[in-house]
T-cell receptor, first 115, second 114 residues
């Protein structure tokens, strides 16, 4: 079956612009996670959705970052007033349920470059 | 807070050599432990996992044992192949962690030559 997909695969934007990154999880997966991976680092947690609601957004670095999942499937990560420090690969993962030990399935990521 | 520390790379080996990538963790409670792998040009994928102390996860010839007494989850393979060249990430999810979100180490790059 189809895996997690993310669009666009690459995004180049100018400092100060607004960007949206999209994630299509595996069908039927209720848990959805966003991570950010900077060069040479492991992914870092940003936000977690259980269904439609953001169950935990404690990893979002500041209020320029926001994410939605209005119908409990597709999610969009939104970044306002982008800064060069936002440049990274943004990863989305989904899981059938948010239980300890459950496997998360990752998308290929969106590489964001802020110039 | 919870964290994962893994050995820095790159690790460079010849084909058929023995591989160990060290991973230690700090966590409250009883976390689940994972190794994820990222092959060149591909996304992260689960390699193996262990959910309780003394469990051994295994897949594709790789093994790791959940050692609570040493808070470790070292990855091993007896004979590496060129196709094992990738970046390996140790990770944990802990009780109380946001929806069991994963906490990752920095990754270890493995390069295997023929």
């Amino acid at each position: 079956g189809a895996g997690v997909s993310q669009t666009p695969s690459n995004k180049v934007t100018e400092k100060g612009k607004y960007v949206e990154l999209r994630c299509d999880p595996i069908s039927g997966h209720t848990a959805l996670y966003w991570y950010r991976q900077s060069l040479g680092q492991g992914p870092e947690f940003l936000i977690y959705f259980q269904g439609t609601g953001a169950a935990d957004d404690s990893g979002l670095p500041n209020d320029r970052f926001f994410a939605v999942r209005p119908e409990g499937s597709v999610s969009t990560l939104k970044i306002q007033r982008t800064e060069r420090g936002d440049s990274a690969v943004y990863l989305c993962a989904s899981s059938p349920l948010a239980a300890l030990g459950s496997e998360q399935y990752f998308g290929p990521g969106t590489r964001l470059t802020v110039t | 807070g919870d964290s994962v520390t893994q050995m820095e790379g790159p690790v460079t080996l010849s084909e058929e050599a023995f591989l160990t990538i060290n991973c230690t963790y700090t966590a409250t409670g009883y976390p689940s432990l994972f190794w994820y792998v990222q092959y060149p040009g591909e996304g992260l994928q689960l390699l193996l996992k262990a959910t309780k102390a003394d469990d051994k996860g295994s897949n594709k010839g790789f093994e790791a044992t959940y050692r609570k007494e040493t808070t470790s989850f070292h990855l091993e393979k007896g004979s590496v192949q060129v196709s094992d060249s990738a970046v390996y990430f140790c990770a944990l999810s802990a009780p109380g962690q946001a929806g069991t979100a994963l906490i990752f180490g920095k990754g270890t790059t493995l390069s295997v030559s023929s």
